[in-house]
């Protein structure tokens, strides 16, 4: 995926994750919208994934990264814009899985399940990494 802009938020639990990407991202020429939380009071997670979902739908951002403590309760909020496809992933294999052969255009992260470097391959591959169309547009074009 050629990525020119990406949404990205995190709820309390990924604040400090979500600050290393946004500088890894920026190191690359990516232009980021950083939707918030920016710090540890406790905020509600699907706020913040809302956020980044609109922002593609919308067409401001092309793809988004949302973090969390697992990653999961940023991937169901996430997944529930059409638009949307939202990944949940633990490692690089299925950070350019998700985009290979689902086109995911959301990343999701689990600061508390993740360590920083692992991360950050993750995000590597999600926006170095092409869908391949062929036999998965049909697939894809029945989640839309």
């Known amino acids: ?19 290393a990407i946004i500088t890894a991202l ?12 920016n710090g540890p009071a406790s905020v509600d997670y699907p706020d913040y994934a809302q956020a980044v979902a609109k922002s593609i739908v919308d067409g401001k951002a092309e793809a988004g990264i949302l973090v969390c ?15 949307v496809r939202a990944a949940l992933v633990h490692d690089r294999l299925s950070a350019e899985l998700c985009r290979m052969h689902n086109n995911a255009n959301v990343l999701c992260l ?3 399940l993740l360590g920083d470097a692992t991360a950050l391959d993750c995000v590597d591959a999600f926006i170095s990494t092409e869908f391949e ?12």
Do not use: C, W
């Open 1 to 19: 995926m050629t990525v020119k802009t990406l949404a990205i938020a995190a709820d309390h639990g990924g604040v400090e994750l979500k600050s």
């Open 26 to 37: 920026q190191e690359r020429g990516i232009e980021v919208f950083d939707l918030g939380t």
């Open 69 to 83: 403590g697992s990653g999961i309760g940023m991937s169901i909020a996430a997944n529930r814009f059409p638009e």
């Open 110 to 112: 689990g600061a508390r």
């Open 133 to 144: 169309g062929g036999r998965h547009e049909g697939r894809i074009a029945k989640m839309s």
